[in-house]
């Protein structure tokens, strides 16, 4: 048995203390005092220790919850695992800080267009967005994303963790995102209802990072097949309180390339999370893939964190105790919300120059909504096809300009009015007056037919 006076006394190395003070609290001699110096190094305040009155009872070494901040002076750690040299050694504390550098780009070699599913378009248009860090949990049918980047990351001195969860997932992008660094996740609707807490944390803390949610049916965890159902969570439901972000909404896998890069360039202008829509059966479609001429080197922006003290004044959070200080954030967020609505609606019109009937679909269901136009339009109907491809901020101001010779507006959908709802709402606060909305909607990972299409559009009153 070890007698009290051969057990070792405590030993502070100041720069792991992160001054959290737990071992103020384990130690019944008041050996511990809360600091009052910054250490220079880290920026932080460690603790002060007086061992006049200290017995060596230990308590303050397992109250540590830093592998080297507080130990034996002997150097005989109790666990072998405290040994630093199995650790890869102590933190680099003398690393260059890193300075802002902005993002450039770089030309890319003529090659072959790819013939990949949608979730590996994807990941590719992140790769050459500059995104090196992806963290995710795996869930059909978004998993072949993550699991392509797991393999190519590495060798591109990148990062792929698979979380224990979806919610530990959005707390790492939180704080990748907050260094600056370009992150994403691949994750289905499931994955994405869990995430949505940590999402309103970033929009709160302004952190960028790109979410590609592939859709598939629900409530709950529903089933694996294709849905929508997740429309009105993206563009309405990110967290509580004043939250948006912008939800783009592909409908080939080369746009799932465009968007995904597209999603990259305004996380970063707008500081703010970005949505990518698929749908389960864009993630799994197979198709033709150009790739761009040239490639994002991704640099440091001024605002990233990093692990010193020269970043103290970057640090970011989200929680703001001052009623008016929280007011002025919010207003500030709803200025930003304000120029993505004035800047970034997205929609691309289809036959919509002259069309009676003008149908609204995005992802695959506009796919089919656009085999629908072809058969109307070979049988002498006048229909158009308007797919937004932001579904927030929903693209009015295009939809109002085809309004004025458009008899029908009608809605295809892989949910039960989730787009619908979003149109009507753009069409409220836009205070236009519209004609007749029906629709065609499937549910539970079934999507519209192009025959339930044309004959739906069959059937209107007076179509033209
Ligand atoms: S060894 Fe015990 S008495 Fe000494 S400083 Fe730690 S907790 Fe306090
Ligand atoms: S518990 Fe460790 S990190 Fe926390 S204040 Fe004490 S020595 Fe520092």
């Keep these: 048995m070890t007698s009290i006076d051969e057990r070792p006394l405590p030993s502070l190395l100041p720069e792991y203390c992160k001054g959290c003070g737990r071992c103020l609290a384990a130690c019944t001699k008041d050996c511990i005092s809360v600091g009052t110096e910054i250490h220079p190094v880290t920026g932080?305040?460690?603790?002060?220790?007086?061992?006049?009155?200290?017995?060596?009872?230990?308590?303050?070494?397992?109250?540590?919850?830093?592998?080297?901040?507080?130990?034996?002076?002997?150097g005989q750690s109790s666990c072998a695992l405290m040994d630093p040299a199995l650790l890869g050694g102590k933190r680099p504390f003398d690393a260059p800080t890193p300075e802002p550098m902005p993002d450039s780009m770089l030309d890319l070699p003529a090659r072959a267009p790819l013939v990949v599913k949608g979730t590996y378009a994807s990941a590719v248009g992140a790769v050459l967005a500059g995104c090196r860090?992806?963290?995710?949990?795996?869930?059909?049918?978004?998993?072949?994303?993550?699991?392509?980047?797991?393999?190519?990351?590495?060798?591109?001195?990148?990062?792929?963790?698979?979380?224990?969860?979806?919610?530990?997932?959005?707390?790492?992008?939180?704080?990748?995102g907050g260094a600056g660094k370009r992150c994403m996740t691949f994750t289905s609707s499931p994955g994405f209802s869990l995430m949505l807490e940590g999402i309103s944390y970033m929009i709160g803390a302004e952190v960028p990072a790109v979410f590609v949610n592939i859709m598939r049916g629900g409530p709950g965890l529903g089933n694996i097949a294709p849905a929508q159902a997740d429309i009105k969570l993206a563009c309405r439901g990110l967290g509580h309180g004043n939250t948006h972000a912008i939800v783009l909404a592909p409908a080939t896998p080369q746009e799932m390339l465009d968007c995904t890069m597209l999603?990259?360039?305004?996380?970063?202008?707008?500081?703010n999370p970005v949505v990518v829509l698929g749908d389960g059966y864009l993630g799994q479609m197979t198709g033709k893939v150009l790739l761009p001429d040239r490639m994002v080197v991704p640099g440091i922006p001024e605002w990233a964190v990093a692990g010193d003290r020269s970043h103290r004044g970057n640090l970011i959070c989200s929680i703001e105790l001052s009623e008016a200080e929280l007011e002025r954030h919010d207003q500030e967020l709803d200025e930003k919300y304000a120029r993505m609505i004035a800047k970034e609606q997205r929609a691309d019109l289809h036959h919509c120059d002259d069309a009676d009937v003008v149908l609204v679909a995005c992802n695959t269901p506009a796919q089919?909504?656009?085999?629908?136009?072809?058969?109307?339009?070979?049988?002498?109907?006048?229909?158009?096809?308007?797919?937004?491809?932001?579904?927030?901020?929903?693209?009015?101001?295009?939809?109002?300009?085809?309004?004025?010779?458009?008899?029908?507006?009608?809605?295809?959908?892989?949910?039960?009015?989730?787009?619908?709802?979003?149109?009507?709402?753009?069409?409220?606060?836009?205070?236009?007056?519209?004609?007749p909305i029906s629709h065609v909607r499937r549910q539970g990972g079934i999507l519209p037919s192009q025959e339930e299409i044309v004959e739906h559009v069959q059937g209107l009153r007076g179509v033209r």
């Excluded at 006049?52 to 507080?70: K, Q, S, V, Y």
């Excluded at 999603?263 to 500081?271: G, K, T, W």
């Excluded at 909504?369 to 009015?396: D, M, Q, S, Y």
Aim: charged share 20%.
């Design 44 to 74: 932080l305040v460690p603790v002060v220790i007086d061992l006049t009155n200290c017995n060596r009872c230990g308590l303050c070494f397992d109250a540590c919850p830093e592998p080297f901040g507080l130990q034996p002076a002997d």
């Design 133 to 176: 860090h992806v963290y995710g949990y795996p869930i059909t049918p978004s998993t072949e994303g993550a699991e392509l980047m797991a393999k190519v990351l590495p060798a591109l001195d990148g990062v792929f963790v698979q979380a224990v969860s979806e919610v530990a997932t959005v707390n790492i992008m939180y704080g990748a």
């Design 263 to 271: 999603a990259f360039e305004l996380a970063f202008e707008y500081r």
């Design 368 to 435: 089919l909504a656009k085999g629908a136009v072809r058969e109307l339009r070979a049988a002498g109907l006048r229909v158009g096809l308007f797919r937004p491809i932001t579904v927030w901020p929903f693209p009015i101001d295009a939809l109002c300009e085809v309004l004025p010779d458009a008899g029908h507006l009608v809605v295809v959908e892989a949910s039960e009015g989730q787009l619908e709802d979003e149109m009507r709402l753009a069409l409220s606060h836009a205070d236009v007056h519209a004609p």
